[in-house]
């Protein structure tokens, strides 16, 4: 009986084994929307010859947030871009460049958005729409002008006969030769120099020749090929 009056034993108090914490890097927030950010990391991975693909993704996305409405946290993403310079060398097929893009589609956005841009990246816009608008004179523009004094210059000579023409048939025979490496060969390249090099100097040469009356040189061919090596510069850009 004196068994069942003994209080019980008190449990014996263990000692908690601390359970340790999960340490780690925290989740940065995203700076800029996330398909953004996943075209503009995926530029700079990418090989250089898919950018441009690349880049003509991000500038309709852009195109796209723009179209939207304007608000300060789409005014924010394009300031954002520009300022950390992660659109620099980047450019669709068609030549334009993502930090037109997003200057554009700043831009869009009016008042008061559009007073925020700077005036290096509305310079950049400005450069890179003249350009793109260079770029797209054709090679057949050039040849066209070409063909054009030369046709005006076989008028002159069935019109006003000189005699000898040798001098003339190589003229025109050099600048057709230049004319076609501007033709077959794509702008900034070795050849494409080389042919814009030649023609505008077979040009010169005959048309200061056939002015100052020293050789009979064609006028209106030597006129036509200045004109369409000039072209061919702008189109070289």
């Known amino acids: 009986m004196e068994d069942e ?21 925290p989740t940065p927030p995203l700076d800029l929307p996330l398909p953004v950010l996943v075209l503009t990391e995926q530029a700079r991975r990418v090989p250089e010859a898919e950018r441009p693909l690349v880049a ?24 954002r ?5 992660r659109l620099t060398g980047l450019a669709d097929a068609k030549g334009r460049t993502c930090r037109a893009a997003a200057v554009e589609a ?5 008042f008061p958005y559009a007073l925020e841009v700077q005036p290096e990246d509305l310079a950049h816009l ?7 608008k260079t770029q797209r004179l054709k090679p057949g523009t050039c040849m066209a002008v070409l063909v054009g004094g030369i046709g005006a210059q076989v008028v ?15 003229q025109v025979g050099l600048s057709l030769l230049a004319m076609a490496a501007l033709w077959l060969a794509p702008p900034r390249t070795p050849v494409y120099r080389v042919g814009m090099v030649m023609l505008t100097l077979v040009s010169l040469v005959g048309a200061v020749l056939a002015l100052l009356g020293m050789a009979h ?11 369409a090596a000039f072209l061919a510069a702008l189109r070289e850009g």
């Not at 871009?81 to 310079?85: T, Y």
């Not at 002159?156 to 048939?169: C, I, V």
């Not at 006028?219 to 090929?225: D, E, K, M, P, R």
């Open 156 to 170: 002159h000579e069935a019109l006003f006969p000189k005699g000898d023409a040798s001098l003339l048939t190589s």
């Open 217 to 227: 040189t064609g006028l209106w061919v030597g006129l036509a090929g200045l004109v």
């Open 106 to 110: 700043l831009l869009s956005l009016g």
């Open 5 to 25: 009056d003994e209080a019980p034993p008190e449990p014996i108090l263990t000692e908690a084994t601390p359970v340790p914490l999960l340490r780690g890097t």
């Open 56 to 79: 003509a993704r991000l500038n309709l996305q852009l195109s796209r947030m723009a179209r939207t409405g304007g608000d300060r946290l789409v005014a924010d993403t394009f300031l």
């Open 81 to 85: 871009l520009l300022e950390s310079g």
């Open 126 to 132: 400005r450069a890179n729409t003249l350009q793109r």
